[in-house]
């Protein structure tokens, strides 16, 4: 059985980088099939899609963050991690690794994380 | 950007009723739509890709249908495990975008 598990600070300082991995079992990033994927949830607002990446190198990110945003894969740790830079209180939100198959979309999420940004 | 339009923003329903939610995307997506269940508190759950298919392990009892800008979303002999927001997405271009969500409550 396939599961992602995500990991973080829970709280950040504004303009900080805030750095979250999300740790794959019972599958392998390094899958030509898969892409690994963030995605986050404002308190009481809509999904919003930051961006995949796959093992090959191929990432895609949401240009409203694309300045600020890295995704990236470990294979030797059978990971995948985010981080977004100069954070401000917007970035507040549950957090969501989740892996997508290109023929049947997301099939596999996270439990999510909860990122707070706050001084 | 894509936009992703649900309607009803809420429903309730009875046990046993049968219900059904549109989503409307403000451009053709063919049918590069997909559907996710959120019970309170908890993750999002797939439930159907490329409009009409069933994630695995996903219970018949949801159905899905939809091309180009609308499509819609039905959940037959609701129970009370069915309470949860539902969202579409469509995944036609980037950035991949969502539906507002649909609250879905159970009398």
């Known amino acids: 059985q396939v599961q992602l598990q995500e990991s973080g600070p829970g709280l950040v300082k504004p303009s900080e980088t805030v750095s979250l991995t999300c740790t794959v079992s019972?599958?392998?990033?390094?899958?030509?099939?898969?892409?690994w994927s963030w995605i986050r949830q404002p308190p009481g607002k809509r999904l919003e899609w930051i961006g995949y990446?796959?093992?090959?190198?191929?990432?895609n990110y949401n240009p409203s963050l694309k300045s600020r945003v890295t995704i990236s894969v470990d294979t030797s740790k059978n990971q995948f991690s985010l981080k977004l830079s100069s954070v401000t209180a917007a970035d507040t939100a549950m957090y969501y690794c989740?892996?997508?198959?290109?023929?049947?979309?997301?099939?596999?999420w996270g439990q999510g994380t909860l990122v707070t940004v706050s001084s | 950007d894509i936009q992703m339009t649900q309607s009803p923003y809420s429903l309730s329903a009875s046990v046993g009723d049968r219900v059904t939610i549109t989503c409307r995307a403000s451009?053709?997506?063919?049918?590069?739509l997909a559907w996710f269940q959120q019970r309170p508190g908890k993750a999002p759950k797939s439930l159907i890709y490329?409009?009409?298919s069933l994630q695995s392990g996903v219970p018949s009892k949801f159905s899905a249908s939809g091309s180009g800008t609308e499509f819609t979303l039905t959940i037959s002999s609701l129970q009370p495990e069915d309470l949860a927001t539902y969202y579409c997405?469509?995944?036609?271009?980037?950035?991949?975008?969502f539906g507002q969500g649909t609250k879905l409550e159970i009398k």
């Open positions: 989740v892996r997508e198959r290109e023929s049947s979309g997301y099939d596999y």
């Open positions: 019972g599958g392998s990033v390094s899958s030509d099939d898969y892409y």
């Open positions: 990446t796959h093992y090959s190198g191929r990432r």
């Open positions: 451009q053709g997506i063919s049918n590069y």
């Open positions: 490329a409009a009409s």
């Open positions: 997405q469509q995944y036609s271009s980037y950035p991949y975008t």
